[in-house]
């Protein structure tokens, strides 16, 4: 059974950083794409950034230049740094995993959540 906890989240001033932590277990990151995710009050989830299935990052481009994900293989945990934040980087910030089964089909996990607030 796969499964995603984050930690990390909290409450930061504008300017200030955070570093968001994913420890993912009863899978390896392997070839899967793996990634980070938010959503903020009244808005859908969106992407904020990710490891593609070859290792190529892609960031939103709200986010670049002031976001940095990163990975630990051997201990299959996925971080954040966050820097330079904005009241605007406030939402309930989610990792993600695709798992991979056959060509181009994939499961999707998720943990449960952290929130970040960033206060002005």
């Known amino acids: 059974q796969v499964q995603l906890v984050e930690s990390g989240g909290g409450l930061v001033q504008a300017g200030g950083s955070l570093r968001l932590s994913c420890v993912v277990t009863g899978t390896t990151f392997g070839t899967n794409a793996i990634g980070w995710y938010r959503q903020a009050p009244g808005k859908q989830r969106e992407l904020v950034a990710r490891?593609?299935?070859?290792?190529?990052?892609n960031y939103a481009d709200s986010v670049k230049g002031r976001f940095t994900i990163s990975r630990d293989n051997a201990k299959n945990t996925m971080f954040l740094q966050m820097t330079s934040l904005k009241p605007e980087d406030t939402a309930v910030y989610y990792c993600n995993v695709k798992k991979y089964y056959y060509l181009m089909n994939f499961n999707d996990y998720w943990g449960q959540g952290t929130q970040v607030t960033v206060s002005s």
């Open positions: 490891f593609s299935r070859d290792g190529v990052t």
